[in-house]
């Protein structure tokens, strides 16, 4: 199988650190991925492996992909600068931001194999039924700014339980995370609004 440029399957291990990741991305950066598929399976010894094996200097940057529905937090040391921990429901909610962003417009190609790749996460039961969603926010995102306020139109739903929101604006995941503290009908807007208060920013980096 052919795979592209700079990019290196799981079975290629980083020779004399032991560390064997998920995949590997490189160029001038270099970017490992572990990720598990049974919650609470973080492995704190692997993962001081991969970091082994990154070295030091910016973009060297260990992904860490896991159902858990909090940060586990083995991930948040040793040198936690360097991991970024996200979830499967917040990847899925990332591909849903993707597919209504009428500005990135994927293929419809693209839109199928997105779509099955959420299907697939759905089916291995890999996504939680709380935490946060990503929302598509364009002009949402500079009103819940300035008005603490995210109003959902009526055509879009939220899966139940959530708690937090996030913001996908200007073709990026903003830092920003709402704490969701209320929520009710807007009929002249013919959508649900959602009082927001801030909570901790979500890390991107």
Known sequence: MAYPAGFEPAAIGLEGTGSVPDARISADFTYLFEVKTARGTVDEKQLRAHLKALGEG???LLFVLTPDATRPPVTASPEGQ???????AALHDAITA??????????ELDRFLLRELQAL????GLLTTDEVVIVAAGLAYAEYLETGA?????RRSFRDGLAHMGFYAQ???QPETARIE?????????????SCSPAPKIRTR
């Open 171 to 173: 073709q990026a995941i």
């Open 182 to 194: 209320a929520e009710g009908h807007e009929r002249r807007m013919r959508g649900t609004w959602y």
């Open 98 to 107: 993707i597919l209504d962003d009428a500005l990135l417009a994927p293929s």
């Open 58 to 60: 910016p973009g060297q």
């Open 82 to 88: 360097r991991v970024v921990w996200f979830n499967f």
């Open 121 to 124: 996460f759905d089916d291995d």
């Open 150 to 154: 995210y109003i959902r139109q009526s």
